[in-house]
C-alpha cells in the first residue's frame, strides 16, 4: 500500500500506521478511509491528498 501526502501541510499518511486518533486502523488503504476524513494535521478534506509512488 503507498502512502498518501496532504498538499496543504505534508502530512504523510502510511497504511501501515493508519490514524488510530481519527479511528482509522493501522493497515488500513487510504481508498478505505470514509471520504469525510479530514488531514490530522491541518484538516484538510481527503481529496487535497496525493499519491506517493515508490
Request: proline share 11%; net charge negative.
Amino acid at each position: 500500500m503507498n502512502k498518501w501526502q496532504c498538499v496543504i501541510c505534508g502530512y504523510i499518511y502510511d497504511p501501515e500506521k493508519g490514524d488510530p486518533d481519527s479511528g482509522i486502523e493501522p493497515g488500513t488503504s487510504f481508498d478505505s478511509i470514509p471520504e469525510d476524513w479530514t488531514c490530522p494535521a491541518c484538516g484538510a478534506p481527503k481529496e487535497m491528498f496525493e499519491e506517493l509512488k515508490d
